[in-house]
């Protein structure tokens, strides 16, 4: 029963990367290199944002590991989050490509590094427990919108680095960067109020990703059909 709990812990999280792989096209590109390209950058990211917490902000400052929201700890986590924009910057820089394809690369790669690292060692040591336990469920649910947040972040960082950009967008595009970077603040700070269940909580930050990449989208096209990509 736990294997076959682990087993489906497994193909919740990693079978829609898999499909959004195979199926955006990214196979017939040859681009699983790229991804790991962009994995590898997400590592060296994250080294360098856990080196500035640990020089810059002490414990205290960071909340201490209490459960209860902290506003200050997660605005400071956020603005720290500022570097995952940067390396969105250098994957976008580095991986040729053009379209849709260069921009599933980098949020792909960056989303599968991440789900690897922070799900991969909870999956094998917890949903391989005695007992069986809906957390996990619930983890694997929210890789999954991880994966739509970080395409469209990708897709964001590609818009607003364009010099051909309408400049009437340029201010949207910033805007829904910075709701994204600051989605720990405001969100959380929002589900904290509310109180929500687990459940709930997961289909608000569903619904909360989705409608950011819609919006991504729509403006996304609109200057894809400009430049002719």
């Known amino acids: 029963m736990t294997l076959y709990h682990f087993g489906n812990c497994v193909a919740l999280v990693y079978v829609p990367y898999y499909m959004t792989y195979k199926y955006s096209g990214l196979s017939e590109y040859g681009a699983f290199w790229k991804c790991i390209q962009a994995g590898g950058i997400y590592v060296f990211t994250q080294l360098c944002k856990m080196l500035v917490l640990a020089t810059f902000f002490d414990s205290d400052s960071l909340g201490g590991g209490t459960g209860d929201f902290n506003f200050l700890a997660e605005f ?20 040729p490509g053009k379209g849709h394809s260069k921009l599933i690369t980098a949020g792909l790669g960056w989303a599968a590094a991440e789900v690897v690292l922070s799900r991969g060692i909870m ?18 649910l929210e890789s999954n919108v991880l994966l739509i947040q970080h395409i469209t972040t990708a897709t964001l960082v590609w818009m607003f680095t364009r010099h051909d950009l309408n400049k009437a967008l340029k201010p949207l595009v910033t805007i829904l960067l910075v709701v994204t970077i600051f989605k720990g603040v405001w969100l959380e700070g929002l589900l904290s109020v509310l109180s929500f269940g687990p459940w709930s909580t997961i289909a608000l930050k569903a619904f909360v990703a989705s409608l950011i990449g819609f919006v991504s989208l729509h403006v996304y096209t609109g200057l894809a059909q400009q430049i002719g990509i």
Do not use: H, M, N, P
């Not at 603005?79 to 994957?91: E, R, T």
């Open 76 to 95: 400071l986590r956020c603005s720290v989050d500022i570097a995952d924009l940067l390396g969105f910057a250098v994957i976008l820089s580095r991986i």
């Open 123 to 140: 999956l094998w040591v917890g949903a391989r427990g005695t007992e069986f336990s809906w957390i996990y469920i619930q983890k694997c």
